[in-house]
């Protein structure tokens, strides 16, 4: 059974920085050579929910949003288990749920669409105050 929990929200004044943690369970080590492809996605309320940043297992290479790129930092921890984003300069517009979602048996996602992705986490909040 995948499972993926997410760690390491929480609240945080605008231009300090947060490091989530997501650790995942349930894939085998074929899984991981083939590739698997980890993502952070947020949701604040009345929004869809937003694709943030992806690392996939097969050679490491990562893709960022926009909104995120240069301010987040998206690495694998070296057994790959786990994955965490580190969030620095943070803005009033980052507080939502981040999710950690995953998808395998792929060697990189270029579109951070929901879609694309099979599992996901319960979500951990973050609040950034101004």
């Known amino acids: 059974e995948v499972q993926l929990v997410e760690s390491g929200g929480g609240s945080v004044q605008a231009g300090g920085s947060l490091r989530l943690s997501c650790l995942v369970s349930?894939?085998?080590?074929?899984?991981?050579?083939?590739?698997?492809?980890t993502g952070w996605f947020r949701q604040a309320p009345g929004k869809e929910r937003e694709g943030l940043s992806c690392?996939?297992?097969?050679?490491?290479?990562?893709n960022y949003a926009d909104s995120v790129k240069g301010r987040f930092t998206i690495a694998s921890g070296s057994a790959k288990t786990a994955v965490y984003l580190q969030m620095n300069n943070m803005k009033p517009e980052d507080t939502a749920v981040y999710y950690c979602e995953v998808t395998y048996g792929t060697q990189m996602v270029v579109e951070l669409e929901e879609n694309e992705f099979d599992y996901w986490g319960q979500g951990t909040q973050v609040t950034v105050s101004s």
């Open positions: 690392i996939s297992s097969y050679d490491g290479s990562t």
């Open positions: 349930g894939f085998t080590d074929y899984d991981y050579t083939k590739g698997i492809v």
